[in-house]
């Protein structure tokens, strides 16, 4: 999994699913004049609770939050992980819910006055707020720009150099003159003079052509996930691109390029509008 391409929004599921984690193991009940060393059940001791409410929104939190690391979210019936961790979150949520306004279910309805005096505790409203807010960011993630920003910073590319590029003049620089021993700049040692120029006179240097124009590995980071496609040109994606993660373009591929990640995949971006350049 790419840590780098989870968003502020997959931070939020994370942290409500650990305060979720947390609450399961608080008192589910309040009993009007109970002591406080009375020992009351907490939610894993509550099939209905444990079911309907934290596994269903761990599981939930847990699928979103792959669906947005793995570089294919895989399907299932038509639909990916993600949208049935969505669907979870929100069961989660309705659930819990369900348990704040009843929280002994139908048991007080068994006798006159079985249920007196009993309320929802500590556990249960602290799993309603993580339910809430986990189902909230889950929902509103893809559509509200400030949960999609990246949520680990991503690295400046290193400076001054790209990656891959030479430095200004030195070996292998295009354009730059190679100086050779004892003769003048681009002529080799030894080296014969021109046709038609005076015997003992220097031959003179052949006046530098400007370099052809090349392509300079650059690195670039994307507004919105977009697709990496492989290079054979298949159809299924490779990978996603996240925002907030700085990519490396090593070739131009039409009107496209050649990205390649931090896990050393390379592939076509072929949608490259808007992107920043570092």
């Known amino acids: 999994m790419n840590i780098r391409s989870l968003t502020r929004g997959d931070g939020v599921v ?8 947390i609450a399961s193991f608080l008192d589910i009940y309040a009993v009007d004049g109970a002591p406080d060393d009375a020992e009351l059940p907490n939610s894993w001791e509550s099939g209905p609770v444990l079911m309907g409410v934290v596994l269903a929104g761990i599981i939930g939190a847990g699928l979103v939050v792959a669906s947005r690391g793995l570089p294919q979210v895989p399907k299932v019936a038509g639909l990916d992980l993600g949208q049935f961790g ?5 069961f989660a949520a309705w659930t819990a819910l369900g348990n704040i306004f009843d929280p002994l279910g139908g048991t007080d309805n068994a006798g006159s006055g079985s249920g007196s005096g009993v309320s929802a505790g500590i556990g249960l409203i602290l799993a309603l707020v993580a339910t809430l807010v986990m189902a909230g960011a889950a929902v ?3 559509l509200v720009p400030a949960l999609q920003a990246g949520l680990v910073p991503a690295p400046k590319p290193p400076q001054p150099q790209p990656y891959g590029a030479q430095p200004p003049g030195g070996y292998g620089y295009p354009g730059a003159q190679q100086q050779g021993q004892g003769g003048q700049p681009g002529q080799p040692y030894g080296g014969q003079p021109q046709p038609g120029q005076p015997f003992g006179a220097q031959p003179q240097a052949s006046a530098p052509q400007p370099p052809a124009a090349e392509f300079s590995p650059f690195w670039f980071a994307v507004p919105v996930p977009r697709p990496l496609f492989a290079e054979d040109g298949s159809p299924t994606p490779i990978a996603e691109l996240a925002p907030g993660t700085w990519y490396l373009a090593v070739e131009q591929r039409g009107p496209g390029l050649i990205a390649q990640t931090q ?8 949608d490259t509008s808007g992107i920043q350049r570092g």
Request: glycine content about 12%.
């Open 14 to 21: 994370i942290g409500a699913a650990v305060l979720l984690f």
């Open 86 to 90: 969505v669907a979870f979150t929100v």
């Open 140 to 142: 509103a993630t893809p």
């Open 263 to 270: 896990d050393g995949r390379r592939g076509v971006l072929q």
